[in-house]
């Protein structure tokens, strides 16, 4: 009896009813979260037309699906490297949520494909050929891997034919990792019994003749003849070869592994070729990544944005009794590799440059891919005014964000100043927190870092040694001669650099042929005329040393008696760490950086770095030294530590760009916490009315850190003296001398609530407060407004202690708030001065002195009046004077001078005898300080 003709397994036809669900799966995402694309990436290595071709189809479907398809094409010279950092790249990309790679048959370099099959990671490898997916099919494991396109397509047509795969005898002709090996292995799973046939296998015709499923994918013409096939099987045709036919107009046709019209007879399924299994590989591979889309989709929907760094990524820590010293604490700890960390906050490899095990940079790049994520919650540490006691300030930061994250499941970061060489060896000693609740490790955290104050310097007497070097050249040659130097003659032609055409513009000349400049615009081109009267750009060193603060140079014989008094400053206080603080991207570091004002010329002009040539060779300086630097906190928690002006002779507040990429990071729902130096009156009013005006960031709490300790001193309690048991007064329960000085606390709290932001009190607990002193700062901080007032214990206790404040931090964080600047930058600079001496420090009014009467006039003459102010002064007292504690009144501040930081973009007036290059006391910190030969460790840091 005749057999009916096989009927035809359309691809064509069961990949359009795929990809039509598909497009309505893809269309219920976009409506549940509207901007949601899942995409594809098609990386292509070289250039082959039947490539093209299979590339051109699946985009085209990836398109009408609605998903996001890359095609990103590297040449067929590409390396290995080159291939492997693209892979990388798509590996990491959070847009990406399955990738194919193409890679040529033949290449000009080298290329171990099974290396670059297997960089795919294998929850993107949609294509499923690395050895991680191919191991869980080959293991029955068919729910946890992705399998090959075409399979797994071949898989859904037999599936199409209404027939059971369970019981019947299958054979697969062609043993590829792409085809054979996987085909073999699912029709395995699929409970066929399997028979892999090959190039070499004896009788081919007698076992295809057993097959009821036949599958071929050998890649020959026509070599499974009609009359082989068993009557009834199911044949997969997966071959696509071409043979010479003259019928047609390219003089080829093409055919399938099998000979088509024969085995159709015999057959009752067959696909024909085209239009068989291509269409279905394409189907497939679309459906495996709207699979993993899915996948990806839930999980990000359920838990938005939480870090891979769940408890059991956390650095448990166990804590001493009694607390050893911060470095052995430090040391007790084993630091997550910082790679580890970067992954688990979301970090993409490419944007983290490693310095060692336990620190990194961190890419701007960061900033640009995030773009779109909202930010977290924003928090801002501060104190009550500083004592010799100290209050805790860095250590409560370290524990609130490991408190939040370790202990409250909060994605938290801490955003930290890098500490200056200055205090770390002379008598305040480091800045990583203290007990547990500290940055590690903390002697890379207090020395060097990754050398970006070390930039700083080298690029601050750069400036410097370009001012005197240019009132020396001036002064010694006519105006031909400055010309000829400055644009020189190479080889017969002069050229003006970008610079010096920058400068050019500026002074209206629109020229950019050195040889058509008249005299007149010669000398001005080349004459600064810088007042050495006037000069207000010092050179640095990040040291104390008290003698630099007034020098003499120019005395050398070589310099033809053009001496002047100079001095230096610490390079925390130098205007470009200010930049470095308040930029946002290399752009507006690289203007900032020109537009900074270094002297009057002796009309009164002011004279940039622009000016003097120098501008862009500090950008090149300081290229690395705006990437956040990456470090964490004892229990594993992310910290930036990146800028270190003084808070009390500059703003005094880490960098707005490690901010901005941890709020980033954190999202929506995290929390980045960041410290403003020294006391409210000083680190926080800068924070605000500086720092936030030029960040465009709104904080959403104020931690105002205190002591009973020093509260007691700010009642009138005795001083204290380094290396002397403390006095009484302040380890005995005196409730008087302590609500006393609770003024100065209620002051600092309405200093906070000014600016229209929830004031949370933390209140840093020592064994010898007693608990009905602990109970009345509490009670008198919350009558002077504060939104809460907790106990906290973290130097002793870790994240543990203060999980109080974290709680009350989070509540504050969804209170009402109406954050506001206290001033208005139009208002004249005397204006803005006197708003901030009455209202925050509570002063009657100000006084001028010559010098900074005469600065005011100049700075407005220039057009720097609309700048804001960042006072210079002591850190010690809410007035000018250290002595004076508490809350002083009926004071007049005195203001000595005025500076103008324009690259930074601040006016600071120095109050009183503020220095801005600190001395060395009797006894610094140095002394402690030693290196264990034997170990390499550093001894005596604190």
Known sequence: ??????????????????????????????????????????????????????????????????????????????????????????????????????????????????????AVAPEKDVDGLSSINAGKLSRGDLGDCFIPCTPKGCMELIRQTGIQVAGKRAVVIGRSKIVGAPMHDLLLWNHATVTTCHSKTASLAEEVSKADILVVAAGKAEMVKGEWIKPGAIVIDCGINYIPDSTKASGRRVVGDVAYSAAKERAAFI?????????????????????NVKCFFSFHEIIEFEWLASGNHINQRCPRTPVPSDIDVSRSCIPKPIGHLAREIGLLSDEVEFYGACKAKISLSALQRLKAQPDGKYVVVTGITPTPLGEGKSTTTAGLVQALGAHLGQNAFACVRQPSQGPTFGIKGGAAGGGYSQVIPMEEFNLHLTGDIHAITASNNLVAAAIDARIYHEATQSDQALYSRLVPSINGVRTFSDIQIQRLQRLHIKKTDPEALTDDEINKFVRLDIDPENITWQRVLDTNDRFLRKITIGQSLTEKGFTRTAQFDITVASEIMAVLALTDSLEDMRRRLGRMVVASSKKGVPITTEDLGVSGALAVLMKDAIKPNLMQTLEGNPVFVHAGPF??????????????????????????????????????????????????????????????????MHGGGPMVTAGVPLPKEYIEENLVLLEKGCSNLRKQIQNAKTFGVPVVVAVNAFKSDTQAELQLVIRLAKEAGAFDAVKCTHWAEGGKGAVALAEAVKRASQAPSNFRFLYDVKLPILDKIRIIAQKIYGADDVELLPEAEQKIIQYNKQGFGNLPICMAKTHLSLSHDPEWKGVPTGFVLPIRDVRASVGAGFVYPLVGSMSTMPGLPTRPCFYDVDLDPATGEVKGLF
Do not use: W
């Not at 390396?79 to 000009?108: K, M, W, Y």
């Not at 189907?283 to 699979?291: H, T």
């Open 1 to 118: 009896m005749a057999m009916q003709p096989a009927q035809v397994l359309s691809g064509k036809t069961v990949s359009a009813q795929v990809r039509q669900r598909l497009t309505n799966q893809v269309a219920e995402m976009k409506e549940r979260v509207p901007g949601f694309r899942p995409g594809l990436a098609i990386l292509q290595v070289g250039d082959r037309d039947d490539s093209n071709l299979y590339i051109s189809m699946k985009l085209k479907a990836a398109a009408e699906i609605g998903i996001n398809a890359n095609h990103i094409k590297l040449p067929n010279t590409a390396t290995e490297a080159e291939v492997l950092r693209c892979i990388n790249g798509l590996n990491e990309d959070p847009a990406v949520h399955g990738f194919i790679v193409q890679l040529p048959l033949d290449s000009n370099k080298p290329i171990n494909t099974e290396k670059i099959t297997n």
């Open 271 to 291: 696909t024909p070729v085209p239009g068989g299994v291509g269409p279905m590989t394409v189907a497939m591979l679309m459906q495996v990544c709207i699979r």
């Open 647 to 712: 808070a009390n002779i500059a703003h005094g507040n880490s960098s707005v760009i490690a901010d901005k990429i941890a709020l980033k990071l954190v999202g929506k729902e995290g929390f980045v916490v960041t410290e403003a130096g020294f006391g409210a009156d000083i680190g926080m009013e800068k924070f605000f009315n500086i720092k936030c005006r030029y960040s465009g960031l709104q904080p959403h709490v104020v931690v105002l850190v205190a002591t009973v300790r020093a509260l007691k």
